[in-house]
């Protein structure tokens, strides 16, 4: 059965930096695009980033433009979200997803998995 298990969240200042870590098992993802998504409390599930298999194909929201990168590590069925002077309003709860799929999505409804969650709190 395939599992998405997020790590890495946390408490950091504003400015900071964390580094979100989604270990994949079950399967091979290796061709799947593999998300990045949040949701703060009283909001909707929102799109942060997503990657496919080829290095070109990556894709993010506006507001972490230039501040967020999206990897992976194939050989580890690893994603990872390297998150950069982060702002108060990043404070959510952010999942990994799995599409079934090479093609990048903003939708939710694309992605067949999903992790639980990891907490990621920036304070001012």
């Known amino acids: 059965q395939a599992q998405l298990v997020e790590s890495g969240g946390g408490l950091v200042q504003a400015g900071g930096s964390l580094r979100l870590s989604c270990a994949a098992s079950?399967?091979?993802?290796?061709?799947?695009?593999m998300g990045w998504f949040r949701q703060a409390p009283g909001k909707e599930r929102e799109f942060v980033a997503a990657?496919?298999?080829?290095?070109?194909?990556?894709s993010y929201a506006d507001f972490v433009k230039g501040r967020f990168t999206i990897s992976r590590d194939d050989a580890k069925n690893t994603v990872y979200l390297q998150m950069n002077n982060l702002k108060p309003e990043d404070t959510a709860v952010y999942y990994c997803?799995?599409?079934?799929?090479?093609?990048?999505?903003?939708?939710?409804?694309?992605?067949?998995?999903w992790g639980q969650g990891t907490q990621v709190t920036v304070s001012s």
């Open positions: 079950g399967r091979t993802f290796s061709t799947y695009a």
């Open positions: 997803a799995a599409r079934s799929l090479p093609l990048l999505s903003r939708y939710i409804y694309d992605y067949n998995y």
């Open positions: 990657k496919t298999w080829s290095i070109v194909q990556t």
